[in-house]
């Protein structure tokens, strides 16, 4: 079997066909196989080949026994995989991690956590309180390799009352890994997180009226700490904690209203972009695709996908159009002849889609839940639409709690020496 791999480009071209999770298994051959996959070389050109989405995170939050909701209250993630019948939940899928977490985001096959209950410690001042802190994980579920980072402080809560009323301002996340590198000076495998935050300020315009304004939080794994940015982004709309995405140095949040906030990590600048098409259509997710931001937007009988090139001339482009009624036609089949009567007889631009909607969208594949809670998704380069098997009722957590889309990937996370890691033994 070693002479398999006295010609490399024979052995790459044939191994990088195979889906990580055969290589996960591949690698246990011989010393030799192992050594030969777990290259990094190999390991870049194999996450070329396979960029569309394996996975989804439905992430949900569950009732506490009093019947509502909070910070603490069991948070776990329904993994859907899409190239098997897989479906699993947290408790399974994240056990290799010291405590349950809650998933953040998902980038080139490597996770983004945070610790479930934050670590409180008691603040000494005139008003008592606690400060609440969290601990946030980066791992690969698919080698079992973590790594954590210094607690970070998120708020506290007075003393005498329930602890998860958080008083002060909440971070919103957003992860990104590079397995290439940041930049060509450094092309060792990295991360950064963003955290955005909201406080309210006197309006530049009018001293008597309060404006939103949002700070920028930074940690980055080449310097292992964080950092906050001079940068601050005036705007009055809110953040949506369903929709966070990274492309590149650039992250993205979705607001409730029709924009978005966007920081370049790079040269830490922020912008507040409108987005396409008519505020009255529903923006339902944002995606990643061929290196560019994608925005999907959705009306009872129509998709569309959105493409931003330029950041800074932001003119969206549509780059691809679903009509709903022609494509439950050509899928009836598979998707069932209960929808299209529903279609024929809806108003073209009622919103919101509440036959079909976007889940996420990430290089070129669309992931769409029909109801009553099926889930599909839907290659434009290969027209081909597929089926997904769940075991959860997923249907009513979609509009209230993130679906990210995952890659499965052998990549090591390889931080330096000395810091917090654990693998499988």
């Not at 194999?46 to 569950?62: D, G, M, N």
């Not at 980072?149 to 809560?157: A, C, K, T, V």
Request: charged share 20%.
């Amino acid at each position: 079997m070693s002479d398999f791999f006295q010609n490399s480009d024979v052995a790459t071209e044939i191994l990088s066909r195979l889906s990580t999770k055969d290589l996960l298994s591949a690698r246990c051959v011989s010393k030799a196989w192992n050594s030969f996959i777990s290259h990094p070389a190999f390991l870049r050109i194999h996450s070329q080949c396979w960029t569309c989405p394996s996975a989804l995170f439905f992430v949900i939050r569950e009732m506490n026994g009093a019947g509502y909701r909070s910070f603490f209250h069991l948070k776990k993630a329904i993994y859907i995989g899409l190239h098997d019948s897989s479906s699993e939940v947290q408790n399974t899928l994240f056990r290799f991690l010291p405590e349950r977490v809650v998933l953040i985001a998902s980038s080139n096959g490597i996770l983004c956590c945070h610790s479930m209950v934050p670590y409180a410690t008691i603040k000494k001042s005139p008003d008592a309180c606690l400060e609440l802190s969290i601990v946030i994980y980066v791992c690969n579920p698919v080698t079992k390799e973590w790594v954590d980072l210094e607690p970070i402080r998120i708020g506290d809560s007075l003393l005498g009352f329930e602890a998860t009323r958080i008083s002060n301002t909440t971070l919103f996340f957003g992860f990104a890994f590079y397995p290439n590198g940041f930049s060509a000076n450094n092309t060792k495998p990295c991360f950064k997180l963003v955290g955005i935050q909201n406080s309210n300020e006197l309006s530049k315009s009018n001293p008597n009226e309060l404006s939103n304004s949002y700070s920028f939080l930074i940690y980055s794994s080449m310097t292992k700490v964080w950092k906050t940015s001079e940068e601050v982004c005036y705007c009055n709309y809110k953040i949506d904690q369903k929709h966070a995405i990274s492309v590149g140095h650039m992250f993205h949040w979705l607001t409730m209203s029709h924009y978005i906030i966007t920081f370049d990590v790079e040269k830490e600048l922020s912008a507040v972009i409108k987005l396409p098409g008519p505020e009255t259509a529903g923006v339902e997710c944002l995606g990643n695709s061929e290196g560019y931001l994608h925005c999907v937007t959705a009306t009872l009988t129509k998709f569309q996908v959105w493409i931003l090139k330029d950041y800074c001339k932001p003119e969206w482009m549509l780059k691809h159009k679903l009509n709903l009624v022609e494509f439950c036609r050509e899928h009836a089949q598979l998707l069932g002849h209960h929808l299209l009567p529903q279609l024929e007889t809806c108003e073209p631009e009622t919103v919101p889609s509440a036959y079909m909607e976007p889940l996420a969208f990430h290089e070129e594949v669309l992931c769409m839940l029909v109801k009553p809670g099926k889930v599909f998704s839907y290659s434009f380069k290969t027209r081909k639409l597929s089926s997904h098997y769940t075991a959860f009722a997923v249907d009513g957590y979609v509009r209230r709690y993130p679906v990210i889309p995952h890659s499965d990937s052998l990549t090591s996370i390889n931080v330096a020496e000395g810091d917090q890691i654990s693998g499988p033994s």
